[in-house]
């Protein structure tokens, strides 16, 4: 009976430890992936950015969305800032736009993504900050979009990246994200109803997707409950949550386990 007894819990042990560890292996294992069904997303961390209300930088946490011929889709975690597609730069602007947007006379016309001011926005304001002088800016590829650039209502609806292909209009939680302090402070969703805000005080957001509307005056946008909209380029209180290919190649993992609560820390590694 002792025996028996004694290999009844030594079963039921290594059965426990194969739990835990088969779990911790597959968010530690040292390789980044794609989404899969069974594991979800991984998460990576680096790069520097205004996170706290005063502007207070703090590490980038980046979603791992999908990984082919070495190279990581990745896009932000949160919603890191706000920028208008179409700025207006003064008050008469904005009438002139309010007074002809609904007769066609809008100009310049924006038929396309890089027609906007968000390519170069990211280039040239947010490019400096998020990454500088920091080495890892060698691995980011760039295929004609810029090394930060928004994703296409398309990708953000592709099953393999863990976005369930579901009515525009539908709710879809795997693309809601939330805000930082920093663009909560900035007064997101200024020109219109509050955003919803959620338990732990940060503000779920809308953000900019690169497709635009036929029309030429509105881009698709990410609304708060992950359904997909329309909203003007004018508006400037909408979010952008950046997304960029990374060779794989190039990076090497510091720490972490890969999870939302703990991702990889990843540095350059060279070529």
Request: negative net charge; aromatic residues 12%.
């Amino acid at each position: 009976m002792n025996i028996r007894r004694m290999f009844l819990l030594l079963i039921l042990a290594v059965l426990m430890v194969s739990g835990v560890s088969g779990a911790s292996a597959a968010a530690d294992d040292g390789t980044i992936r794609s989404w899969n069904a069974e594991e979800k997303w991984q998460y990576i961390q680096f790069g520097q950015y205004m996170y706290e209300k005063d502007g207070t930088m703090a590490p980038v946490d980046w979603r791992v969305l999908y990984v082919e011929d070495g190279k990581a889709l990745i896009i932000t975690e949160h919603v890191i800032d706000l920028c208008q597609p179409y700025p207006m730069d003064s008050e008469a602007d904005y009438n002139y736009y309010k007074e002809v947007k609904h007769k066609g006379r809008l100009k310049p016309v924006m038929k396309y993504y890089e027609d906007t001011a968000i390519p170069e926005w990211f280039d040239t304001v947010m490019w400096p900050v998020l990454i500088g002088d920091d080495p890892i800016g060698a691995a980011f590829v760039d295929e004609g979009l810029g090394r930060l650039f928004c994703m296409t209502k398309e990708e953000w609806s592709r099953k393999e990246y863990g976005f369930p292909k579901k009515s525009d209009s539908a709710r879809n939680p795997a693309r809601v994200a939330y805000v930082t302090p920093y663009v909560k402070a900035k007064k997101m969703y200024e020109w219109s109803k509050p955003m919803v805000t959620w338990e732990e005080g940060i503000t779920g957001s809308c953000y900019w997707t690169s497709t635009m509307r036929p029309g030429n005056r509105q881009m698709q946008i990410v609304g708060i409950n992950g359904h997909l909209s329309w909203g003007g380029v004018i508006r400037p209180n909408v979010g952008v949550r950046p997304a960029a290919k990374l060779d794989l190649s190039m990076v090497e993992i510091v720490s972490g386990s890969g999870t939302d609560t703990d991702p990889y820390v990843i540095r350059y590694a060279g070529e």
